[in-house]
């Protein structure tokens, strides 16, 4: 009997006043409640974004840093590489002329220089 009672309720629920503005209600909240979380989701993914792409250019600026550095850097080591060049060329000129030197003194000749102050 109370079943039947229950049921029979159920199913006047449908008929009693006020029960579509009640039921759209419900749905115009359900909707809300979607909205709200949805621009909650957005604004998250905007700010997502924001931060992927500051990572992004701060990755950048320092590789460019780091770039620039690496040139600076080469461009002092091939000053460095044609100075020690230099040195071991005049060097080699020197022991050259000096064996020379040696090899025309045991001859009994000489190498005379004019107009070099050396």
């Keep these: ?3 039947k ?6 199913k006047m ?18 909707y809300r409640e ?3 979380y949805s621009k909650k989701m957005e604004a998250i993914g905007r700010t997502t974004d ?4 500051q990572q992004k250019y701060s990755v950048m600026k320092g ?3 780091n770039d620039k550095k690496i040139e600076e850097e080469l461009q002092i080591a ?5 100075i020690l060049r230099t040195h071991r060329l005049k060097e080699l000129y020197e022991n050259d002329m000096q064996l020379y030197q040696d090899e025309l003194a045991s001859m009994g000749l000489s190498i005379a220089f004019v107009g070099n102050d050396e």
């Design 78 to 82: 091939n000053e460095d590489l044609k």
């Design 34 to 36: 979607f909205n709200e």
């Design 5 to 10: 009672i229950v049921m029979e309720k159920n």
């Design 63 to 65: 590789n460019k840093a």
């Design 1 to 3: 009997n109370k079943f």
């Design 50 to 53: 924001w931060h992927e792409g």
């Design 13 to 30: 629920k449908h008929f009693q006043p006020g029960f579509n503005i009640t039921q759209r209600v419900k749905e115009d909240e359900k």
